[in-house]
């Protein structure tokens, strides 16, 4: 991968949020390390899927990609720009070439406006299409599959298939390059899934887009995804292609989470072996010391309880955090 | 073998009234429940799967919903034409039910072991030395520690797979025959998934509790059950042991759940096969197959006439016209 090729890069990135909300003393109070240090590079025209438990930080890490939230720290270079110093209105362009879409889309839709109004707003917005905005908005809705006279619908008219199509057509309508997918496919029926992994497959061939694609769901990220970077209690755990790390995960958590994944076929399931981590996610408040996964590890020692495990490299383009490999 | 089935559903229908008009939730469903099984009913959303379930459990709010016609027998006895008083009685004792969300289900004001204590109090009569004694009992064969001294925590206190681990032994405080699991592991990060799994099949097994098995996760029903419903619109349209239901798929709609749904072992370039189009509106009468308008393995015959349910082999049938043959794997189921 050559610099050219890098389209985003997010290096040291760090996001604590302050507990105890208003009442609590400055200075004094602990904080969430929702994310601690995150590091990867997505590749243009690629898709990089950002994996884990709830509450290992990966939505949190999309959020401080666009600025969303202000308590971050590090750097994320976009094409060769660093976002963290822009103000508000040099990071305006940014957001047009970032797109971002989430898992509800119904609640990412005004209620009020009608589908065609809503496509036209970021058009807008950043003042583009001037004269062709409502063609752009058919143009829009036929890319994303659905007929034109849905820009006189309204949110509440749709499906849950067809609002996720709106809230990524509403994404494309500005021309960005990436797209931050925020579980797109969570909430959705498997046969409504399959059209939305499909769509953005072929969405990203035909426009070079770049996703970064957030989700638990390992076998959709399987699917849609070139590179995967796994995080756990807001550290990598893991950075592979699809290819190493499907075929050959090397960090204990990946390893357990991989085999915890359902298979649907009775057969395989009967027979594969399956690590069952004992406990539960240990608060990301007060998180253990050393390796944070080290309290369900179940080849933990010692060491790991002292050793925070830097990322390493073990094969070409496979890097993993942990001291026993 | 002559067994008798545990629980038994033979053509249930519960229909619900809306402005829209009369909606058939439910459609001649029917099945049955052998002790120590697991019985997967599979399906998307608004496909049925729910409110089988709530009608076994006598919890459809009437109106606007009606259970109108149908038998339902626990162990041989009428559990559909009872009052509310006998009805209460059975639930929670002889079939208990978890849902997705434990925190819903769990009172955020009462300790856990007051809610424990309840059921247990409520339906064996023991004093309140005995239940708690049988509640620390639950709450250790649940794989919760430190039981004792986590009665006196509140739902809040617990992470959402201990709440799933306290509903589920609220469930079993009774010995129920049957356990009713609707989306139990849905909202759970599935190492945790994978816990509460090994949990019921485990506790499945020792007890010889009879498990009904709601879900739309087709990974999770393979791993968990032995006998699986597929349901659409309403109506079980294929149902089989779960290998026949995996392998040998005999229905339209079994095979586009199975094409759409991605796999962690998948080739590379695999390219998902979507179901098109939407499931049907429930209102009205339907005289052919409902799955027919997005079914692309349809024949003449699935448009001339509704599909009849026929058996494909002992102990799996569906409601299709069409011969999927062609499309099982090899070897045997």
């Known amino acids: 991968m050559t610099r050219q090729d890098i389209l985003l890069e997010v290096s040291d990135l760090k996001v604590h949020f302050p507990v105890g909300g208003m009442w609590s003393k400055p200075g004094a109070a602990k904080s969430v390390r929702a994310v601690d240090g995150v590091n990867f590079a997505v590749e243009r025209g690629s898709a990089l899927g950002l994996v884990g438990e709830s509450g290992c930080g990966k939505t949190t890490t999309g959020m401080a990609i666009l600025r969303l939230l202000d308590t971050s720290t590090g750097l994320v270079t976009f094409d060769g720009q660093e976002l963290s110093t822009l103000d508000a209105a040099a990071l305006r362009p940014y957001r047009r070439r970032i797109q971002i ?12 406006m009608s589908i065609g109004d809503g496509l036209a707003e970021p058009l ?64 959705l029926d498997v046969s409504i899934q399959a059209q939305i992994i499909n769509l953005l497959k072929d969405l990203q061939r035909d426009l070079g887009l770049t996703y970064l694609f957030i989700s638990h769901d390992l076998s959709v990220v399987r699917n849609l995804c070139d590179q995967v970077v796994v995080m756990y209690l807001g550290r990598v755990t893991e950075i592979a292609s699809r290819r190493q790390l499907y075929g050959g995960a090397v960090h204990p958590y990946t390893k357990a989470l991989m085999s915890a994944v359902p298979i649907p076929d009775p057969d395989v399931e009967a027979t594969r072996e399956r690590v069952i981590l004992t406990g539960d996610l240990p608060s990301p408040s007060d998180p253990p010391s050393g390796c944070r996964f080290r309290t369900r590890c179940p080849i933990a020692i010692d060491e790991c309880a002292e050793i925070v495990p830097e990322v390493q490299e073990v094969a070409d383009g496979h890097w993993a955090a942990c001291i026993r490999i | ?56 459990m006598k919890l459809v709010v009437c109106p606007p919903g009606q259970v109108s016609a149908g038998e339902i027998t626990l162990d041989g006895e009428d559990i559909l034409h009872i009052d509310e008083a006998q009805a209460r009685r059975i639930r929670g004792s002889r079939i208990a039910m978890i849902f997705q969300d434990p925190m819903k289900s769990l009172n955020p004001v009462l300790t856990i072991g007051r809610q424990l ?25 649940v794989g919760i520690p430190r039981a004792e001294t986590r009665l006196g925590d509140y739902p809040h206190q617990f992470s959402g797979g201990m709440r799933q681990r306290v509903m589920i032994a609220i469930a079993l405080s009774c010995d129920p025959r049957v356990l009713i699991a609707d989306e139990a592991t849905t909202a759970l990060d599935v190492t945790i998934q994978a816990q509460i799994i090994d949990l019921v099949k485990r506790l499945a097994d020792e007890r010889d509790t009879a498990v009904i098995w709601i879900s739309h996760d087709l990974g999770v029903v393979a ?109 045997d189921p």
């Not at chain 2, 997005?294 to 299709?320: F, L, M, S």
Request: charge should be negative; glycine fraction near 10%.
């Open chain 2, 223 to 331: 791993g968990i059950c032995d006998r699986v419903a597929v349901m659409y619109a309403g109506r079980i349209v294929e149902m089989g042991t779960v290998r026949d239901l995996f392998h040998r798929p005999s229905h339209g709609y079994t095979l586009g759940l199975l094409a759409s749904t991605p796999r962690l072992d998948d080739a590379e370039d695999r390219r998902l096969q979507p179901i098109d189009g939407m499931p049907p509106n429930l209102t009205g009468p339907m005289s052919l197959c409902p799955f027919l308008p997005r079914c692309v393995h349809a024949i003449d015959t699935c448009h001339e006439k509704p599909p009849e349910w026929r058996q494909v082999a002992d102990g799996h049938g569906t409601r299709c016209w069409a011969d999927l043959g062609r499309y099982w794997r090899d070897g």
């Open chain 2, 1 to 56: 073998m002559n067994v008798q089935p545990v629980l038994s559903v033979r053509g249930l229908d519960t229909r619900f009234a809306t402005g829209d008009g009369v909606v058939h939730a439910v459609d001649h469903v029917s099945f049955d429940l052998m002790a120590g099984e697991v019985l997967g009913i599979v399906g998307e959303s608004g496909s049925g799967k729910s409110v089988t379930a709530l009608s076994v």
């Open chain 1, 124 to 187: 807008v917005i950043h003042n583009l299409f001037h004269s062709r905005r409502q063609e752009r908005v058919r143009q829009l809705l036929d890319m994303v599959g659905l007929p034109g006279h849905f820009t006189h619908r309204y949110p509440h008219e749709l499906s849950g298939g067809q609002l996720q199509r709106v809230t990524i057509a509403r994404a494309l309508a500005v021309e960005p390059e990436l797209i931050i997918c925020d579980e797109p496919v969570s909430a």
């Open chain 1, 101 to 112: 879409i989430f898992q509800d889309a119904y609640a990412s839709l005004n209620p009020r």
């Open chain 2, 117 to 141: 204590t309840e059921v247990i109090a409520e339906h064996l009569g023991l004093d309140s030395q005995a239940s708690r004694q049988r509640a620390i009992e639950l709450l250790s064969a």
